[in-house]
Structure formats: structure tokens, C-alpha cells
């Protein structure tokens, strides 16, 4: 295996939750709006220290679009995922762009995010809403 080559970020960033592996900064951030099965995501214009997968055609909310899943380099955990084609005109602005699941990043200030259905305590009915 060769040696790995990981680019350090300067600023406000996102790391890697797992290894703390530098990933993007929040200047790069385009939309704090979008969902993913662990809650809140992010799109970021750019990324940085990420390999990815294999493409395919997934059905989002937003409709059909080829994504490929994209890795932290430090440890390989999936950490989001990158929009390679939009199937509709209305989305063709996330072509190129990539989102980083919340929940598996840490913040600029190193804090993790926790999902709501997360904090629920023993007994509770949440997951029944």
C-alpha cells in the first residue's frame, strides 16, 4: 500500500467524526437544508482528503440522481456522498457537489451532531410518530 497523502485545511472546518480527518471548510458550505437517513446534511461546492465508490442511481426525495458514496481517506468510513448527474433540470445545480452527513462530521468548533430520534430516552414512543 502506498503512502497516504492527506491535505490539511486552514479555517473553519469539518473533520471526519471518527479520525478527525480534515474535509471541508465552512466557507465551502452552499446549503445547511438537505436530509439523509441520520438527519441533517450539508452541500459543500468542495471537499477534500475523500475517495469514492462505485456509481449509481439512487431516488431521493428530490428524484433520481447518480451518486457516488464518498469515504474519509484517514479510515474509510462513508462520510456522504457526491452528485455526479441530476435526472431532472430543477436539480442540476447539485451536479459536481457534495454532501456530508452531519452526523458523521464533527463541526468547526469539534462538536458532533446528534439526531433527535437519538435523544430519546428508554420508554419513549418516538420512533412511533
Known amino acids: ?4 497523502f492527506v491535505i ?3 479555517g473553519n472546518l469539518y473533520s471526519c467524526k471518527y479520525c478527525k480527518t480534515h474535509l471541508a471548510l465552512s466557507d465551502d458550505i452552499i446549503s445547511k437544508s438537505f436530509h439523509s437517513k441520520h438527519g441533517r446534511a450539508y452541500l459543500f461546492d468542495k471537499v477534500a482528503n475523500v475517495t ?3 456509481k449509481e442511481d439512487r431516488k431521493m426525495i428530490t428524484g433520481i440522481h447518480t451518486v457516488v458514496d464518498i469515504f474519509c481517506v484517514g479510515c474509510g468510513s462513508i462520510v456522504g456522498w457526491k452528485y455526479e448527474a441530476a435526472h431532472e433540470e430543477s436539480q442540476k445545480y447539485k451536479e459536481g457537489k457534495v454532501i456530508l452527513e452531519r452526523f458523521k462530521v464533527l463541526g468547526p468548533d469539534g462538536s458532533e451532531y446528534i439526531p433527535e430520534s437519538y435523544m430519546a ?4 414512543d ?4
Do not use: N
Open 1 to 4: 500500500m502506498g503512502r497516504l
Open 8 to 10: 490539511t485545511l486552514d
Open 52 to 54: 469514492v465508490g462505485e
Open 121 to 124: 430516552g428508554p420508554g419513549s
Open 126 to 129: 418516538a420512533d412511533d410518530v
